[in-house]
């Protein structure tokens, strides 16, 4: 399956290096190697990342390396993959980040409130599943415009803040008719433009109030400029681009935001249509699985016992089960869930142990959810190569000596 997918793109870049027959002679080491010679360098605003851990894809864009995914179950913050639709705000909203003033609409004594006045209402600490939409897009073979995430758009991270209904309460209680949140990144947007067409708004189902949160702390440090200081709403189990960064304004609506990125943007959109509002939207996670190791970026395994291992989650319910397959998927076992249970909203890490003869294997995990979800073995096929949760597009080849 992964060779399938990667094979593509290697022969694309046979042809933009206009060199294939010396490619061809060095096979797939070579071009590993030529990757990594031509790998871009860290943006300025994550410049504090581990490079070696993860792959640039822009300026806007990098991904955490399979590889790199440790099993200490949160992800480093060094180590996460970072997505911005927009340039990010100037450095120096950090310089005084009490005096950050969010602008609460919705509730029956609508006010705005500093980032100190929100700390003083209450704190509550969560770990939850950060994943963009699109990873996991690299596997579709519609090749769909859009980041070529594989698997290391998402991460499991600890968020501190105050619970979002604590502040609602705060305020009076959610008004009446409300349907949905709504949350609007504090960019500076270019003159010029609509507004709305540019925007990062985004609306979630009432529902969300039950878990979301406005953070200003992850991963036991305050809250950085690319992940969204000074402040962010974070709503577990929903898709990364829910959880709006640099936060300026949250307000419960009685109807979605018009903002160009809710009505068109991140919409399932079937094979050969045009986004449009009646099409689903990203919001709800749902249950997934990949392995981490031993992948092909692994290199020669000796035959013997191996320690398989990688991550699982739920959406909103909590994963249950894993099972593993080093026949591609014709027969499973169950594999263990390893270390600390952070809550629903975090992965589980999961490991079965395996003898593997020499010769390549191709290895499977699919995950199954509390609610008996299980993580299928095809993608949904959608224009812009959202929500890809097939088992089979993440298997793993290894070649065992
Ligand atoms: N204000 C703002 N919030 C945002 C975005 C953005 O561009 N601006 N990108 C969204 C998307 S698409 C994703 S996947 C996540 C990425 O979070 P990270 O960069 O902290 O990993 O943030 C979301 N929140
Ligand atoms: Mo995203």
New binding site residues.
């Given amino acids: 399956m992964n060779h399938m997918n990667t094979s593509p793109k290697l022969n694309r870049r046979h042809l933009l290096a206009g060199s294939a027959g010396a490619w061809a002679a060095t096979g797939l080491a070579g071009w590993t190697g030529q990757a990594a010679a031509q790998a871009k360098p860290l943006p300025a605003l994550v410049a504090w990342k581990d490079a070696g851990s993860v792959i640039v894809h822009s300026a806007s864009t990098l991904e955490t390396r399979r590889s790199a995914f440790g099993t200490s179950v949160i992800t480093p913050s060094e180590q996460?993959?970072?997505?911005?639709?927009?340039p990010a705000p100037d450095a120096a909203i950090l310089n005084d980040r009490e005096s950050w003033e969010l602008t609460v609409e919705g509730v029956k004594g609508p006010r705005k409130l500093s980032l100190r006045e929100l700390k003083g209402l209450g704190l509550e600490t969560v770990a939850t599943v950060?994943q963009?939409s699109g990873n996991g897009r690299a596997f579709f073979p519609s090749k769909p415009s859009g980041t070529a995430w594989t698997v290391g758009?998402a991460g499991c991270v600890l968020w501190s803040g105050v619970p979002l209904k604590t502040m609602a309460k705060a305020l009076g209680g959610v008004a009446d008719g409300m349907l949905y949140i709504t949350g609007t990144?504090?960019?500076k947007l270019p003159d010029g433009l609509d507004p709305q067409s540019i925007v990062?708004e985004r609306s979630v189902p009432i529902r969300a109030l039950d878990d979301a949160m406005l953070a200003w702390e992850m991963n036991g440090a305050p809250l950085s400029l690319?992940?969204?200081g000074p402040l962010r709403l974070i709503v577990p189990g929903y898709q990364?681009?829910n959880?709006?960064?640099?936060i300026r304004r949250l307000a419960f609506t009685a109807a979605e935001t018009n903002a160009r990125i809710m009505s068109h943007g991140y919409r399932i959109s079937p094979p050969g249509s045009k986004a449009d509002p009646s099409q689903p939207s990203v919001q709800e996670m749902s249950v997934k699985s990949w392995i981490n190791s031993p992948t092909h970026e692994s290199g020669k395994l000796v035959a013997g016992t191996v320690q398989i291992h990688g991550v699982a989650f739920g959406g909103l319910d909590a994963v249950k089960r894993v099972e593993v397959s080093v026949d591609g998927g014709k027969t499973w076992a169950d594999a263990q869930f390893i270390g600390p249970d952070l809550g629903k909203f975090a992965w589980r890490q999961f490991v079965l142990q395996a003898r593997l003869p020499g010769g390549t294997h191709t290895l499977a995990s699919r995950a199954t959810d509390t609610a008996g979800k299980v993580q299928p073995e095809a993608r949904i096929e959608n224009v812009s190569g959202y929500n890809n949760t097939s088992w089979a597009d993440h298997t793993v080849q290894v070649t065992v000596a």
Avoid: F
Avoid at 81 to 86: A, F, K, P, Q, V
């Fill in positions: 996460l993959y970072l997505r911005n639709n927009l950060l963009c758009a990144g504090g960019e990062v690319a992940h969204g990364g681009v959880n709006i960064k640099y």
